[in-house]
């Protein structure tokens, strides 16, 4: 179970893919968790979470972006133009971040100077910044545009049942990840953060129905099992797009463990529900603008740091570490606030600036990570005053 997930998490083309493929079926990635991946499901296609992993140059995407911009669209690009993206059918891009929103032009521009790079179907999302009556209305027009797009290319039909049965098959995929999450949070957590990172990967990297099944043997073999935590501290990662096991892995060789994350790719896409009474792209559409975990979304700190309080308190959590690639600007500004009102409450947080991908820095955060463990031990040993 926990092996194929981690193959899904590790490698782009994974054997779910090669015989989704085999099988006749197509393959759209897509750039942000703002993206329903219940469209996509309800049209015939895998939806896939475009990733950055396995890059050793940058030398494409070096080529299109400056030197000061977040290294994960530019991971995604060399990768696309070296071909490792050739199994996708489709690709949909939109405004995450305005790194990732050039996304949508490098890929178009690198398209026609690397013949093959841009899959058959290349679609634009835009998505607003703001949860309020006319943001969730444009927000639906869009997915009305995506839709037809879809269905004009690919030739398929998205009726309003087929659109019901994926949000309740995702809807039932968000439960089971819930449970996982559960398990995390409990004092004796069974599950390191490496393995759990992997299967919140898995989850946008295969076919839901193989997902939700794998995870229900994964979630009764847990309850099971003995604890992984004694005498780790329990930590909490945060911050900007972290698909990398190695840096979860080097994170919990300090003596931790990771019991909960609120990073893109992570555990950041299912605390609701959608709506199953509602019209379909309504729901759709409240759900997923109404998500304001992600730091894009304008003024709505105060509930995700409500929200980020709440798992603190249920994973009885020893530190927080507030993780950002560089040049990310929401993260990275937001880490820093964060930083400031966590440390207020007594609760150690480390803050690091990292890279994506080729040049990833092991032993410089391995540095940093076992100093902050230091620090939290000193202050678990130290008596209050």
């Not at 981690?6 to 054997?15: G, I, M």
């Not at 879809?150 to 309740?168: N, P, Y």
């Not at 100093?371 to 005053?385: C, D, G, K, L």
Request: proline share 3%.
């Amino acid at each position: 179970m926990i092996d194929a997930m981690r193959e899904a998490a590790t490698t782009l083309e994974n054997r779910f893919v090669r015989e989704w493929k085999e099988a006749g079926g197509k393959v759209v990635g897509y750039s942000c968790t703002f993206i329903p991946e219940e469209i996509l499901h309800a049209a015939g296609l895998l939806p896939f979470r475009l990733r950055g992993i396995g890059t050793t140059s940058l030398s494409i995407g070096d080529s299109y972006y400056g030197a000061v911009n977040c290294s994960v669209p530019k991971c995604i690009l060399q990768l696309a133009g070296q071909g490792s993206y050739g199994f996708l059918d489709g690709s949909i891009v939109t405004n995450g971040c305005d790194s990732m929103r050039r996304l949508d032009e490098c890929w178009r521009t690198a398209g026609r100077d690397y013949p093959g790079t841009l899959p058959g179907y290349h679609g634009y999302f835009a998505v607003p910044h703001k949860s309020v009556d006319y943001s969730v209305a444009f927000y639906e027009e869009e997915l009305k545009r995506m839709k037809e797009a879809l269905e004009g290319h690919f030739g398929v039909t998205v009726s309003d049942r087929a659109l019901r049965a994926s949000i309740s098959l995702y809807n039932e995929g968000r439960k089971a990840l819930q449970k996982l999450d559960g398990l995390r949070l409990r004092r004796e957590t069974a599950i390191s953060g490496e393995d759990a990172m992997a299967v919140l990967i898995a989850a946008h990297a295969m076919p839901l129905d193989r997902f939700i099944r794998s995870l229900e043997e994964l979630t009764a073999k847990l309850e099971r099992s003995p604890s992984l935590s004694n005498g780790k501290k329990r930590l909490l990662l945060m911050g900007s797009a972290s698909d990398d096991l190695d840096f979860i892995r080097v994170i919990e060789e300090s003596g931790a463990i990771v019991v909960a994350d609120t990073v893109c790719y992570g555990s950041r896409t299912y605390g609701s529900l959608v709506d199953e009474q509602a019209d379909p792209l309504h729901a759709l559409s409240s759900h997923y603008l109404g998500n304001s975990i992600c730091p894009r979304m304008l003024g709505y700190y105060g509930s995700r740091r409500s929200f980020v309080s709440g798992v603190i308190e249920k994973g009885a959590v020893d530190g927080v570490i507030l993780q950002n690639v560089r040049f990310c600007d929401l993260h990275g500004s937001e880490n820093s606030i964060f930083e400031r009102d966590l440390e207020a409450r007594g609760i150690p947080c480390m803050r690091i600036e990292r890279e994506y991908g080729p040049l990833s820095e092991t032993g410089r955060i391995r540095m940093r990570i076992d100093a902050f463990m230091e620090r939290i031990s000193q202050a678990a040993s130290t008596p209050a005053v």
